[in-house]
Nanobody, 123 residues
């Protein structure tokens, strides 16, 4: 069973930065794409960012492009989401997900998920 564990969430003010981390237990991590999703209260979960197995390809939702950066360290089995210029609309539970089949933006493509970490941005 593959385990993902997110950390780094918290309560910050608008304009602040946070870095989320996702630790993966999978031995196959280095060969798999990874993604970040988020779910705001009362809304459906939405794609935030994705990264290919070697980090050469990244993709972002329009709402975070230019403010968030996804990265990975395959030697440590870690994926990161650097979030800058945070806005209240970035508030939500952030999930790390692993091994998308084709479409990084489709949550149904992912094989495993973490439990999530809460990010709250106050205005």
């Amino acid at each position: 069973q593959v385990l993902l564990e997110e950390s780094g969430g918290g309560l910050v003010q608008e304009g602040a930065s946070l870095r989320l981390s996702c630790a993966a237990s999978a031995e196959t991590f280095s060969f798999e794409g990874m993604g970040w999703f988020r779910q705001a209260p009362g809304k459906e979960r939405e794609f935030v960012a994705g990264i290919s197995w070697n980090g050469e390809m990244t993709v972002y939702s329009d709402s975070v492009k230019g403010r968030f950066t996804i990265s990975r360290n395959n030697t440590k089995n870690m994926v990161y989401l650097q979030m800058n210029s945070l806005k209240p609309e970035d508030t939500g539970v952030y999930y790390c997900a692993g091994d998308p089949q084709r479409d990084y933006e489709d949550e149904d493509e992912y094989d495993y998920w973490g439990q999530g970490t809460q990010v709250t941005v106050s205005s």
